[in-house]
């Protein structure tokens, strides 16, 4: 089903299926033979939610190997090239982090937290605090399934159960986010699920919450004009149909905001950051994995660091 204003989903459904399937290259990638990530959460995680498809991939019983065999080159990317790029970029995020810390950042805000388990598996200071965002169902969903596992934050955690379409700002004020101290702020795999106008809101909200200081890495997704947009629309289904013959169907196609949209680091210098790019390539090669073709999937994705 297409996207709308006021959609609403869960982890096995629509957007939140995205975050399992992410979750499940991340335990794909923590497998490797000399794997750049270690996320011991993402596989129970996965697990929990139930869908079968992604189950089976995080615990290694379907191998990226198996399905990649059978995709006959069709997919944009397949299983393998995914996990390797979703290894970059949860190294990035991980890295922006380790550097803001050092840097003396003590507040950091994770939009649209999804699975994400950084709470759980960083090292962080001891007088860190560390806000997750997410929709409601998402942040109980979570909570409660690393509870059951014994897991601990291994920083003071604040979830803020919200939908980012909603006065989510004023929620982390309530929460107890201090706008006056300087802020680490990710925005994971989010931007390709929001309309344009909304991602420029998004920025122009993180911005008006940080001090100088602050900190910000997101994944910047490319502009597609409309000829464009319906190749691309035609390649994400074509990728979908080896997962839907292994029970998963989801039209992947039908959750991402295609069209024009703003640059990131642009964005972002012309509202007083500094912000440079890595694309994908660039990151895939600085963890040692092989890049990816120019037409393989997201290898037009550019990592966006800034500070304010």
């Known amino acids: 089903m297409a996207r709308s204003d006021n959609d609403t989903w869960d982890l096995a459904s629509s957007v939140g299926a995205t975050a399992t399937m992410v979750a499940a290259a991340r335990a794909v990638a923590s497998r490797a033979d000399e794997p750049v990530i270690n996320d011991p959460f993402a596989e129970p995680l996965v697990r929990a939610v139930g869908v079968d498809f992604f189950t089976k991939l995080a615990a290694g019983e379907l191998t990226p190997a198996d399905l990649d065999a059978g995709d006959g080159g069709q997919s944009p990317v397949g299983i393998t090239r995914f996990a390797d790029g979703m290894a970059a970029r949860t190294r990035f995020f991980d890295d922006f982090f380790a550097d803001a810390v ?3 950042v003590r507040q950091a805000v994770i939009l649209a937290s999804g699975l994400d388990a950084r709470a759980y598996r960083l090292d962080w200071p001891a007088d ?17 399934t690393l509870a059951g596992l014994g897991a ?27 706008s006056s101290r300087p802020s680490a702020w990710i925005a994971e795999g989010l ?45 994400m289904k074509e990728s979908t149909d080896l997962w839907r013959s292994h029970g998963f169907d989801l039209d992947f196609s039908e959750l991402v905001f295609l ?5 990131v680091a642009e964005y ?7 912000a440079d790019g890595a694309p994908t390539n660039d990151l895939l090669v600085r963890y040692g994995l092989p890049p990816m073709n120019p037409d393989e999937g997201f290898a037009d994705v550019v990592y966006v660091s800034a500070a304010k």
Not at 128 to 139: A, F, N, R, S, T
Not at 268 to 274: P, Q, T
């Open 259 to 263: 069209g024009e949209r703003a640059e």
């Open 152 to 178: 601990r934050p291994t920083t003071e955690l604040r979830t803020v159960a919200i939908d980012l379409r909603q006065d989510w700002p004023a929620a982390l004020a309530e929460a107890g986010f201090d």
């Open 191 to 235: 931007f390709g699920y929001l309309p344009p106008d909304a991602q420029d809101r998004l920025l122009d909200q993180i911005d008006e919450l940080s001090a100088p200081g602050s900190r910000l890495a997101a994944e910047g997704v490319p502009s597609h004009h409309e000829g464009d947009s319906e190749e691309l629309r035609e390649k």
């Open 268 to 274: 972002l210098r012309g509202h007083g950051w500094a």
């Open 102 to 104: 050092a840097a003396g």
């Open 128 to 144: 860190m605090v560390l806000y997750e965002i997410d929709q409601p169902e998402v942040i109980a969903f979570k909570k409660q």
